[in-house]
T-cell receptor, first 114, second 110 residues
């Protein structure tokens, strides 16, 4: 079946601009996660949705970052006033509501802020 | 959160068995041990998970000693396609956020 998809695969923007990154989870997965991965590092947790609500947003670095999941399926990660330090691969994952730690990751969106 | 320590890199040859050990001295009673694999330009992929003793699936085995302060991921007869970064994660089910370290870069040579 279809896995987690993310669009765009690559995004280049200029410092100060606004960007939106989209995630389509696996059908039936009510849990959705966003992570950020810098070069040479492991993924870093940003936010977790259970259904439409953000159950844990403790990983969002500051108020420039925001994510929504209005219908409990597709999610959008929004970054305002981008900074060069925001450059990274943004990964989305989804999972069933139960289970322990088996998350299915998408290929990521590579964001480059010039 | 339990901190994990694993080798930065390992080299192997095709057909060999590879064992990657992860130490997690302050693992909590409710914590599970999970391993993920990541290829370049892809998201991580779940490999195996365990709580104690030994777990085996079609991809790997996970050995966990009685004190649970370490764990070993065993990959039998590796091939070039097993070249990837392997992450050891420790955490309990109540916290859904995964905490990744820097992982172990495995390079398999012909």
């Amino acid at each position: 079946g279809a896995g987690v998809s993310q669009t765009p695969s690559n995004k280049v923007t200029e410092k100060g601009k606004y960007v939106e990154l989209r995630c389509d989870p696996i059908s039936g997965h009510t849990a959705l996660y966003w992570y950020r991965q810098s070069l040479g590092q492991g993924p870093e947790f940003l936010i977790y949705f259970q259904g439409t609500g953000a159950a844990d947003d403790s990983g969002l670095p500051n108020d420039r970052f925001f994510a929504v999941r209005p219908e409990g399926s597709v999610s959008t990660l929004k970054i305002q006033r981008t900074e060069r330090g925001d450059s990274a691969v943004y990964l989305c994952a989804s999972s069933l509501p139960g289970g322990v730690h088996e998350q299915f990751f998408g290929p990521g969106t590579r964001l480059t802020v010039l | 959160l339990a901190k994990t320590t694993q080798p930065i890199s390992m080299d192997s040859y095709e057909g060999q068995e590879v064992n990657i050990t992860c130490s997690h001295n302050n693992i909590a009673t409710n914590d599970y041990i999970t391993w993920y694999q990541q290829f370049p330009s892809q998201g991580p992929r779940f490999i195996i998970q365990g709580y104690k003793t030994k777990v085996t699936n079609e991809v790997a085995s996970l050995f966990i000693p009685a004190d649970r302060k370490s764990s070993t991921l065993s990959l039998p007869r590796v091939s070039l396609s097993d070249t990837a970064v392997y992450y050891c994660l420790v955490g309990d089910a109540s916290r859904r956020a995964l905490t990744f370290g820097s992982g172990t870069r495995l390079q398999v040579q012909p």
